[in-house]
């Protein structure tokens, strides 16, 4: 197995509930996937149990093609997959600069630098100093995923990272996202907006009640078959 | 008059040196250390060992090293198990674990009166404002103010200081960049324990070392880190210097109130600002 990340048969939650019951899933070196489903299906959960916030009570995570008993919030990142958590996680009592040298923790070295983020996201330069949660929330998102790229990830996951955005900003997100899988960049991409998964994404899976119920490849799939997954 | 405020700002020194570290330790493990008053006190007596031997910087030094891996230990098998427990159950053990310190230190070093020594170089007196001031009360004032700068510096330029305030609002996102906060956590226990028990040495010349030494001064410590705001340097900063003033001037001006003063400072801040001094942590 060379899959960046795999879920095989995962059942996990909070407590004692389960909010996954069995789901399967695998997304290998530059892919970009989809999750897609409602509000509350465990989409986030997902995240979480591989960030080992949530409980895992049976089935398998392999993380690089390594089955991983032991899920540390910091193992992913280590391991090369960034999140940008829902609701972005920006620290307001960190600056722009210290958010983003604190997406570096991870110690990998690659293309991605302070330098180049700021390249990227020329806004965030001259916000450098600013308070992290100062920003507006477009500039956060863009925060948000420069410091997932500080990680020099080989996999960038992205759970609804559309939330509560403008239209002309989500268009500049997929540019962006669109740049880094053209780039060599895996990337899943947890989201209710379709604009965002069709110009992304190769491949979905739409979650519902804790299971996959459905997957594809979003050119072989019509935006209003898409629609109804996600539409209540 | 302007002796007493010098006397005050020692105090203010030691208090600070002491509840930095109980801010860093709740900003990152929302833990209350009641044993903190503890590794004070056997920093003190580890301290006076060593300096036996060796003099009294070689006991400061001892004595920060023995207690910062005294908290690397208190870290790992007592407040990270704790962690996720009611402040009930950590107020306990804490506070069972400062007793248990007071009866080992008791059995091992008994019950006698000692007294540490001041080291020579700074054992002479100034002249100051018509009146005499030992140099040895300013170096604490000095060794308060390296502590405050130092762990100012520490905090906003060092890439772990980062991660210490990256993981103290919010332990879940630093970690899940990449941040082991069980490490940065232990480090910041250590550098805590390691203030605490320098601190005790600090005072150590200005008292007899006694067993209660840390109980007496724990919680005056608490209440600058309640007042100042928890887990607040910079309000712990500046209690800690209010309440060394007013312990000094509550004895010239208004003794038979000075034991209720802090108490009454705590309880006139938080209805003012609930939230103590600083309000955000960090
Ligand atoms: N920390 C938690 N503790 C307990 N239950 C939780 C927790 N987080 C989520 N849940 C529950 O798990 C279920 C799935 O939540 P999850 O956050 O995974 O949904 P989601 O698909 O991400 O939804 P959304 O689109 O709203 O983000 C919900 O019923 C939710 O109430
Ligand atoms: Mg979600």
């Given at each position: 197995m060379n899959s960046l990340l795999a879920f095989e048969n995962v059942e996990s939650g909070y407590g004692n509930a389960r909010i996954l019951h069995g789901v399967s899933f695998v997304i290998a070196p530059g892919e970009s996937v989809?999750?897609?489903?409602?509000?509350?299906?465990?989409?986030?959960?997902?995240?979480?149990?591989?960030?080992?916030?949530?409980?895992?009570?049976?089935?398998?995570?392999?993380?690089?093609?390594?089955?991983?008993?032991?899920?540390?919030?910091?193992?992913?990142?280590?391991?090369?997959?960034?999140?940008?958590?829902?609701?972005?996680?920006?620290?307001?009592?960190?600056?722009v600069r210290e958010n983003l040298i604190l997406g570096g923790a991870a110690n990998r070295r690659g293309h991605w630098t302070l330098e180049r983020v700021f390249e990227l996201y020329p806004v965030l330069a001259e916000r450098a100093n600013s308070a992290g949660t100062a920003l507006s929330g477009g500039q956060q998102q863009m925060l948000a995923i420069g410091r997932a790229l500080m990680a020099n990830p080989d996999l960038l996951v992205l759970d609804e990272p559309s939330e509560g955005l403008a239209?002309?900003?989500?268009?500049?997100?997929?540019?962006?996202?669109?740049?880094?899988?053209?780039?060599?960049?895996?990337?899943?991409?947890?989201?209710?907006?379709?604009?965002?998964?069709?110009?992304?994404?190769?491949?979905?899976?739409?979650?519902?009640?804790?299971?996959?119920?459905?997957?594809?490849?979003?050119?072989?799939?019509?935006?209003?078959?898409?629609?109804?997954h996600i539409a209540i | 008059m302007a002796i007493q405020v010098l006397n005050g700002l020692v105090y203010g020194a030691l208090l600070f040196a002491l509840a930095s570290g109980l801010a860093l330790m709740f900003g990152l493990r929302r833990i209350v250390n009641f044993a903190h008053g503890a590794l004070y006190m056997l920093g003190a007596y580890v301290g006076y060992t060593a300096s036996l031997q060796f003099?009294?910087?070689?006991?400061?030094?001892?004595?920060?090293?023995?207690?910062?891996?005294?908290?690397?230990?208190?870290?790992?098998?007592?407040?990270?198990?704790?962690?996720?427990?009611?402040?009930?159950?950590?107020?306990?053990?804490?506070?069972?674990?400062?007793?248990?310190?007071?009866?080992?230190?008791?059995?091992?070093?008994?019950?006698?009166?000692?007294?540490?020594?001041?080291?020579?170089?700074?054992?002479?007196?100034?002249?100051?404002?018509?009146?005499?001031?030992?140099?040895?009360?300013?170096?604490?004032?000095?060794?308060?103010?390296?502590?405050?700068?130092?762990?100012?510096?520490?905090?906003r330029f060092s890439r772990v200081g980062l991660f210490v305030r990256a993981a103290s609002h919010d332990p879940v996102i630093a970690a899940v960049q990449g941040v082991d906060t069980d490490r940065v956590s232990a480090l910041v226990v250590a550098v805590s324990a390691a203030l605490a028990g320098m601190s005790g040495v600090v005072a150590a010349p200005l008292m007899s070392l006694a067993p209660s030494m840390g109980a007496d001064i724990l919680v005056d410590s608490f209440i600058v880190v309640v007042v100042g705001g928890l887990g607040s340097l910079g309000g712990a900063f500046i209690t800690a210097m209010l309440l060394g003033q007013i312990n000094?001037?509550?004895?010239?001006?208004?003794?038979?109130?000075?034991?209720?003063?802090?108490?009454?400072?705590?309880?006139?801040?938080?209805?003012?600002?609930?939230?103590?001094?600083?309000?955000?942590?960090?």
């Open positions: 989809a999750i897609l489903g409602r509000n509350g299906v465990g989409k986030s959960t997902a995240v979480n149990t591989m960030l080992g916030i949530a409980r895992l009570f049976a089935g398998d995570v392999y993380i690089q093609g390594r089955r991983t008993t032991s899920l540390r919030h910091y193992t992913a990142a280590r391991a090369g997959i960034a999140v940008v958590v829902q609701g972005r996680g920006i620290l307001p009592n960190l600056t239209p002309v900003i989500i268009d500049e997100m997929a540019e962006v996202l669109r740049r880094l899988s053209a780039d060599g960049t895996a990337i899943l991409l947890i989201e209710q907006n379709l604009t965002l998964v069709e110009r992304v994404a190769d491949i979905f899976h739409v979650l519902s009640k804790g299971r996959v119920v459905e997957h594809g490849r979003t050119e072989h799939t019509s935006a209003a078959d898409l629609q109804k | 003099g009294f910087w070689a006991g400061l030094a001892v004595a920060g090293l023995v207690l910062a891996a005294l908290g690397v230990v208190l870290d790992k098998a007592v407040f990270r198990p704790l962690q996720h427990r009611d402040p009930l159950t950590t107020l306990l053990v804490t506070f069972g674990l400062a007793l248990i310190a007071e009866d080992l230190v008791l059995s091992v070093w008994g019950n006698d009166t000692m007294s540490f020594a001041e080291p020579q170089q700074l054992a002479h007196t100034l002249s100051l404002f018509e009146t005499t001031f030992p140099i040895y009360r300013l170096a604490i004032v000095g060794f308060g103010a390296a502590v405050a700068i130092g762990l100012v510096l520490w905090l000094v001037l509550g004895v010239v001006f208004m003794p038979e109130l000075t034991s209720l003063l802090p108490f009454l400072l705590m309880i006139g801040i938080l209805l003012w600002k609930p939230t103590g001094l600083a309000g955000a942590r960090l």
